[in-house]
């Protein structure tokens, strides 16, 4: 039981690159969500998800996109990314009231 | 809306001294509260929460949490505090849509 797990762990950018963000659990869970996290701002909810084919706008949805065409897996994409997106991102997924976090990835857009 | 405070960035305690970290909410009815404890270059780990029952909440690691509906606050306490507590710690909510925010954090730093 591998938990939640995000690949990759660092990235590093160019403004105006693209790249994908894989988040995957196997624990069955329901809810899956993306998290940015930035200094004195705690977490803030990107996007998520309440089932298999369906996502929705969290807080700051602004220039991420999102898919989860399979239960265990929750993508984020950045089509065109901005320095304004360096960040730790964390993906949490749960069942019911619990979340469980993966490690992170570290993105820097220089 | 929903919104989770926590009014000090920083709190700086000697190790053997009471520990707590103050936490308040908005989200009108009944509450779900939570508190997470993040590790340097770690992810979030679970400590306790307040789904429904007893104020007084027990947690993790010798944790606990108070919630007063009337101050609409779920402070965050250990009775003594080490030095490896030292971390960021997160309060959080769920609400509607089982949407989880999060507030802006509390780094707490445990002397020796």
């Known amino acids: 039981n591998a938990g939640v797990t995000q690949t990759p762990k660092f990235r590093v950018l160019k403004t105006g690159q693209s790249m994908t963000l894989l988040c995957a659990q196997d624990m069955n869970h329901e809810y899956m969500y993306w998290y940015r996290q930035d200094p004195g701002m705690g977490l803030r909810l990107i996007h998520y998800s309440v089932g298999e084919g369906t996502t929705a706008k969290g807080e700051v949805p602004d220039g991420y996109n999102v898919s989860r065409l399979k239960k265990q897996n929750f993508l984020l994409g950045l089509e065109s990314a901005a320095p304004s997106q360096t960040s730790v991102y964390f993906c949490a997924s749960s069942k019911g009231l619990l979340a469980d976090f993966g490690p992170g990835t570290r993105l820097t857009v220089t | 809306a929903q919104s989770v405070a926590q009014p000090e960035d920083q709190v700086n305690v000697a190790e053997g001294n009471p520990l707590t970290v103050k936490c308040t909410y908005s989200v009108s009815g009944n509450p779900y509260l939570f508190w997470y404890v993040q590790y340097p270059n770690r992810g979030l780990q679970f400590l306790l929460k307040?789904?429904?029952?007893?104020?007084l909440v027990k947690g993790s690691y010798g944790f606990e949490a108070e919630f007063n509906k009337s101050q609409t606050s779920f402070h965050l306490k250990k009775p003594s505090a080490l030095v490896s507590d030292s971390a960021l710690y997160f309060c959080a909510e769920k609400a509607a849509g089982n949407k989880l925010t999060f507030g802006g954090g509390t780094r707490v730093l445990v002397k020796p």
């Open positions: 307040y789904i429904t029952g007893d104020n």
